[in-house]
């Protein structure tokens, strides 16, 4: 767990520097670009189940998501006919509490609904 958190951090640490030439006075100065680098993304993918009413699943994707009710609509029926769609892409965090509050929701009215966190791999 512990090298979990530390290892879902290191992101934060500079990346490592960059060096560019700038010259002065004949001499070659050699500065350092420090960045942060971007936090690693995930997506939250809903996932479909035969017993959550359809209504709830939009309001869920509103309440949640921030969707529009046509946008939610729109990946239910998806969930309904492939059996998976994307809510979003956040920050490790971010993904993480917005799955729990689906599930405290979807636990409130006892509804099977459930999401699952992918890692988003990006080049650049
Ligand atoms: N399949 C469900 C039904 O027929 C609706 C549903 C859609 C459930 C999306 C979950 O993530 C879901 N009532």
Redesign the pocket.
């Known amino acids: 767990m512990l090298n979990i958190a530390l290892t879902s951090q290191l992101w934060k640490l500079p990346s490592l520097p960059m060096a560019t030439e700038t010259e002065r006075d004949g001499s070659v100065v050699l500065e350092r670009e420090k960045e942060l680098a971007k936090p690693p993304m995930y997506q939250v993918v809903?996932?479909?189940?035969?017993?959550?009413?359809?209504d709830?699943?939009v309001s869920v994707l509103v309440q949640v998501f921030q969707k529009t009710p046509a946008e939610a609509e729109s990946?239910?029926?998806k969930?309904?006919y492939e059996g998976?769609?994307v809510c979003g892409v956040y920050p490790y965090d971010i993904a993480e509490t917005r799955i729990e509050m689906v599930h405290q929701l979807a636990r409130s009215r006892e509804?099977?609904?459930?999401?699952v966190m992918e890692p988003v791999f990006s080049d650049s």
């Open positions: 809903m996932l479909n189940d035969d017993y959550t009413p359809m709830f699943v990946i239910m029926l969930v309904h998976r769609g509804h099977p609904l459930k999401c």
